[in-house]
């Protein structure tokens, strides 16, 4: 039993800890072999909590995060806010649906979403040419689509942990 | 918008530490249970390193005598000798197409934009980007980067383009007829005002002279240990230098 989180709107310190976690796992130096396909740890974070709780977590958080995330990436400020709160939104409308889909699914539709985010990211970076010619930047939702099942089993034992509704 | 992303970086960066905390501590760690054997071989290395480096700053403080004088009978200035300060790397960017580290000194501690940074090897890069703390640092190696340099053999000046590989930049304009070859030791040359004259680039590592091609291709690899070093130096620029570079900026269009 945890009294502190029952009442209904509460545990958003939880929400903004997951965030946090998932900031830092997206700022990690990684080897050089596998830094190209470091998963999107805030967009699929983000997924989830929309998925989840879409009358608390929505595009006003994404564009929040996103400010977060260009500053990290050192990329022009308000690119990630907008790719982020475009896949909110995609999120918010097919809600429903991907909760609904069996896990292998979800996971192919995670795919889909992370792709669009990244193609998005950086076709907004070669305007400023802030990008290479490499297509690995599509790596990442590659294994955006692996990790979604544990994560999203990681974040749904938090959620109903601390019953976070 | 620049001092605004100063004051979000200011909020991201005590995660900024914390992300770098377990490679600190793996450090520490790793100094505290080195092996004693390993130490006293080490010990032995530096010692031969360190007696070579001094044999050759022995002949150092003659020669800067002799340039300051020949410098004076040619009616010369007097070449500026910098101050650095060590600082630390605590982040680099995590996006792959960017070649970017993130060091632990901000405009709080008197860094600023355009500040040269190197390390034992060579040239890294330059300060682009900073906030109170912290501030980033381009390096030679991004794809955005183009660095003034010569040759130090015969003061051939051409410029170093980075290329988004961590280990290779090139040179850009090389004639086909121009003095250069593998192995020769590129140096800044001070032009463009950004970087201190005379520091070690790369080193040439291959001269494609190619006859269908307007130009030679020539790939040099960084001294600098571009993906590697953690203990990074700041140039200090002297005041007045300083003041002229503004001036110059300010007289440019």
Redesign the interface.
């Known amino acids: 039993m945890n009294p502190a989180a029952t009442s209904p709107g509460s545990g958003g310190f939880i929400i903004m800890a997951t965030f ?1 976690v998932g ?2 796992l ?5 080897p ?1 072999v596998i ?2 396909g ?1 998963p999107e740890w805030v967009a699929l974070i983000l997924i989830y909590w929309v998925m989840a709780l879409p009358h608390r977590i929505g595009m006003g958080s994404a564009f929040f995060l996103g ?2 995330l ?6 022009v ?1 308000g690119l990630n806010a907008l790719s982020l709160t475009i896949i909110a939104f995609v999120t918010l409308v097919l809600h429903r649906r991907l909760r609904m889909y069996p896990r292998i699914q979800q996971s192919m539709m995670i795919m889909v979403l992370i792709g669009i985010n990244q193609l998005l990211f ?1 076709w907004m ?1 070669a305007f400023t ?4 010619d ?1 297509l ?2 599509l790596l990442p939702c590659l294994a955006s689509g692996i990790i979604w099942p544990w994560l999203f089993v990681v974040l749904r034992g938090i959620r109903r942990f601390f019953r976070i509704r | ?1 620049q001092e ?2 100063a004051f ?2 200011l ?2 960066t005590p ?2 530490w ?2 770098d905390v377990p ?1 600190r501590v793996a450090g520490e760690v790793s100094d505290l249970v080195v092996d004693r054997r390993l130490l006293i071989k080490e010990n032995a290395m530096l010692k031969t390193e360190n007696l070579e480096l001094a044999h050759q700053v022995q002949q150092i403080d003659s020669l800067v005598q002799e340039n300051s004088q020949l410098r004076q009978l040619l009616q010369g200035r007097k070449r500026v000798l910098h101050d650095v300060e060590l600082v630390e790397l605590i ?8 070649h ?1 580290v993130i060091i632990n000194r901000g405009s709080e501690n008197g860094v600023f934009i355009g500040q040269s940074v190197l390390d034992a090897g060579g040239v890294m890069g330059q300060v682009t ?1 900073m906030s109170h703390y912290t501030s ?1 640092v381009l390096l030679i190696t991004d ?2 980067h183009a660095l003034p340099v010569e040759v130090n053999r015969n003061g051939f000046r051409s410029i170093a383009l980075g290329k ?1 590989q ?1 280990d290779e930049l090139e040179l850009e304009h090389v004639p086909d007829t121009a003095d250069i070859q593998v192995g020769d030791l590129i140096v800044t040359s001070g032009l463009g005002g950004r970087f201190p004259r005379g520091y070690p680039v790369a080193k040439v590592s291959e001269v494609m002279r190619d006859p269908g091609r307007p130009f030679a291709r020539v790939r040099i690899k960084p001294t600098a240990l571009l ?1 590697k070093s953690r203990h990074l130096l700041l140039v200090k620029m002297p005041q007045q230098v300083l003041q002229l570079n503004a001036e110059v900026a300010e007289a440019r269009p």
């Open positions: 946090l900031l830092m997206s700022q990690i130096p990684l050089y830094e190209w470091r400010l977060l260009d500053v990290i990436k050192g990329s400020l950086h970076q040419g802030y990008t290479g490499s690995m930047f | 918008m605004g992303r979000i970086s909020l991201l995660l900024q914390f992300v490679s982040g680099v960017n995590p996006d792959p197409f960017q970017q980007e980033r794809a955005r988004g961590v993906d």
